[in-house]
């Protein structure tokens, strides 16, 4: 269990939107899954800076980084209208978007986020990605994605952490891993950093990659 003291705060905010051991839960799977796999193992990077995360989720990963990185999360984008709810409440500070196309703004920051994203860009993902890179500039890109073994694979979580706007069901419109490294490496993200979740695996099961831009300062 993670820091449970910090889940039961947040609860405290929320408590008419969601359920205690639902929120719990999936708050705990959360950090379990992203604190020191994302968050610490990019630690040099995060501390002190600001942050826009495109599926953002309910936030808890980035109100745990307010408290022990000082990252400050200023934007975050997510069409989930309940997930946004909670997240309002959780980032009262953070300005918060359904989609990019919503951002009427150019948000300059330190990082981007984008942890389990890319299967809900389906095949349109080189579209949605020059979208976000157009309207967001960013020192740093920490993204997690892995390419599926299985492609037909439905999504588990359509209500909740795998919503989309496109109406995609599975992974059949997944792009691969390769194919958005070096996508992302052609238009200057140059990776620095893997984070290998299963060395034991022959697959890329859910790595996380830093990617740098070149010529880009951070704020
Ligand atoms: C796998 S979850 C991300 C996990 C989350 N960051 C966490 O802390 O655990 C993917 C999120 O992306 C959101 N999402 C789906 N399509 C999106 C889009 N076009 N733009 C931004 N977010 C999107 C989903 O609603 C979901 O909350």
Redesign the pocket.
């Given at each position: 269990m993670t820091d449970k003291k910090f889940l039961v705060k947040c609860y405290s905010k929320i408590k008419n939107l969601i359920k205690f051991n639902e929120f719990l839960n999936d708050a705990n799977?959360?950090?379990d899954?992203?604190w020191e796999t994302t968050y610490m193992f990019n630690k040099d990077i995060l501390e002190n800076k600001k942050c826009i995360?495109?599926?953002?989720?309910?936030?808890?990963?980035?109100a745990y980084a307010l408290e022990k990185l000082n990252l400050q999360t200023t934007h975050g984008?997510?069409?989930?209208k309940d997930?946004l709810d909670i997240c309002s409440k959780l980032l009262t500070d953070t300005k918060l978007y359904?989609?990019?196309d919503d951002v009427n703004e150019t948000i300059d920051t330190d990082i981007i986020?984008m942890?389990?994203?890319i299967?809900?860009?389906g095949d349109k993902w080189k579209e949605?990605l020059n979208n976000i890179f157009q309207k967001i500039n960013a020192k740093y890109l920490i993204m997690?994605h892995q390419t599926y073994t299985d492609p037909t694979a439905k999504f588990t979580?359509i209500d909740?952490?795998?919503?989309?706007?496109?109406g995609l069901t599975d992974y059949s419109q997944t792009a691969n891993v390769d194919d958005v490294v070096w996508f992302l490496q052609e238009n200057q993200w140059r990776l620095i950093k893997t984070n290998k979740l299963n060395p034991n695996s022959n697959t890329d099961s859910g790595n996380v990659y830093t990617f740098e831009k070149y010529g880009q300062k951070t704020l």
């Open positions: 799977e959360s950090i899954r992203h995360d495109v599926g953002i989720w309910y936030g808890v990963c980035n984008i997510d069409p989930n997930s359904s989609t990019i986020f942890l389990g994203l299967p809900f860009f949605h997690r979580n909740k952490k795998e919503y989309n706007i496109l």
